[in-house]
């Protein structure tokens, strides 16, 4: 383990205590020009979520409408009813993304899939980077109009369900999370994003940026104002 990467384990609640929880519960939102691309549009709910620590699992309430629960779990997708009753499912949901109509429009498993283990990373890292099988390398330092950050290069395992194989990691002095780099690729192959993390909160001894921003990444390293490709928003979470 790198020591950039244990400070930054650290400074966000510490992987020990991060290895004894069961569970992460709270409250998200999210919207932005990407969904409104694949013409998924009634995304700016505040809806329950609940989360796995240790594997790719999680179940968003009210989704895709109020008496429905969504469930991602690894490459596994599936719609069920208040009593959990399975109505709709979906195995190799990430192959499923790759097809051409996913290039034109998304129906609710696809949202399901692509939000599930985007949430699921989000708020499992940085101590998903801990993992075994993650290779992860400090690099330059990112030195931006008015601060430098320190910047952590990973390598993902191939199991494991993210954006892309590659990504980079900004860290402030602080060792707070301040930008994500990656390539969504199961949303498209030639998008590349810078991914803002501010309004960073402590929740039971963990803190997590509950503001987050998605925006075109530029081919210098440096990223676009606008348009917000994703935006995300979090609250009242409960880690146990």
């Known amino acids: ?142 030195v931006g109009p008015s601060e430098s950050l320190r910047t952590l290069d990973v390598r993902f395992p191939s199991e494991v369900p993210t954006h892309s194989p590659e990504q980079r990691f900004y860290f402030d002095e602080r060792f707070f999370l301040r930008r994500h780099d990656y390539d969504p690729l199961p949303f498209a192959s030639w998008a590349r994003a810078a991914h803002l993390c501010d309004a960073h909160r402590e929740f039971d001894g963990f803190r997590q940026a509950t503001r987050r921003r998605v925006v075109p990444r530029r081919p210098d390293g440096g990223f676009r104002s606008g348009p917000t490709l994703v935006w995300i928003e979090l609250d009242e979470l409960e880690f146990r």
Do not use: K
Not at 1 to 18: I, K, N, T
């Open 1 to 142: 383990m790198s020591d950039l990467l244990e400070r930054v384990l650290d400074a966000h609640g510490g992987l020990s205590r991060w290895r004894g929880l069961s569970a992460i519960s709270g409250r998200v939102r999210f919207g932005g020009l990407a969904f409104l691309a694949r013409l998924r549009f009634a995304t700016g709910r505040w809806r329950r979520v609940e989360v796995d620590p240790h594997r790719p699992r999680v179940a968003f309430d009210d989704y895709p409408s109020a008496s429905r629960r969504g469930h991602f779990d690894g490459d596994r997708v599936w719609l069920a009813n208040r009593e959990g009753v399975e109505l709709e499912s979906r195995e190799g949901a990430r192959a499923a993304m790759g097809a051409w109509r996913r290039q034109l429009w998304w129906d609710p498993l696809d949202l399901l899939y692509f939000a599930g283990y985007a949430v699921w990373n989000y708020l499992t890292t940085p101590f998903l980077l801990a993992s075994p099988g993650f290779e992860c390398e400090e690099g330059a330092p990112w």
